[in-house]
């Protein structure tokens, strides 16, 4: 597969999901996903599960895939999320906020939460590691579009926001692998 594959070839090769009308942005598997710090918020040991959701919360399934350099996917790739809570509060004794998962045999993911809060100094965001089976982690950040603290945040970089349409958004990964 080359880089820059459209929404149609990734469609024919059978590695884009629906995404509501949404039109699939350009994939250039050759770029990494940026890297971006931890943060001092990261607890080891998180449950595996697909859903993080509170109820009563502003709800988000955020979808996408896991692909390697050569725009091939990463099967069983481990992905680890955490984020604030919607009053912009880590939980730090338990794991509200917090799960990880394995990508699908197509290196698809699926993650039902909330919208975090965005409390002082930061923008709404999801902290993330990544791992494709035996190599590296990469631990990053996705964003929220038109978020008013993307301004602010001196960490908020454009290419780690997420494609937002209503209460799904989609955000991939290109990792080593």
């Known amino acids: 597969m080359r880089q820059g594959m459209s929404r149609r070839e990734l469609l024919a ?15 250039t598997c050759g770029e990494l996903t940026l890297a971006q ?5 990261f607890k080891p040991k998180s449950p595996e599960r697909h ?3 509170d109820s009563g919360k502003e709800k988000i ?14 099967a069983k790739a481990l ?20 799960g990880h998962q394995f990508a699908d045999a197509e290196g698809r993911f699926r993650l039902e939460t909330i919208v975090p809060a ?7 965001h999801i902290h993330v590691k990544v791992q494709a089976p035996g190599r590296r982690v990469l ?10 603290g ?28």
Request: contains cysteine; proline residues 7%; negative net charge.
């Open 13 to 27: 090769a059978g590695l884009a999901l629906p995404f509501s009308g949404i039109a699939y942005a350009q994939l």
């Open 37 to 41: 710090t931890e943060g001092p918020f």
């Open 51 to 53: 859903i993080l959701v």
């Open 61 to 74: 399934l955020l979808t996408g895939v896991v692909l390697s350099r050569n725009c091939k996917p990463v």
């Open 79 to 98: 992905l680890d999320f955490w984020h604030a809570d919607d009053m912009g509060e880590y939980d730090n004794d338990g794991f509200r906020c917090r």
């Open 118 to 124: 965005q409390y002082p100094g930061r923008a709404r």
């Open 139 to 148: 631990t990053t950040q996705i964003y929220f579009p038109n978020d008013p």
């Open 150 to 177: 993307n301004t602010r945040d001196p960490l908020y970089r454009a290419d780690l926001t997420l494609r937002r349409n209503g209460s799904e958004g989609r955000f991939d990964f290109v990792i080593d692998a």
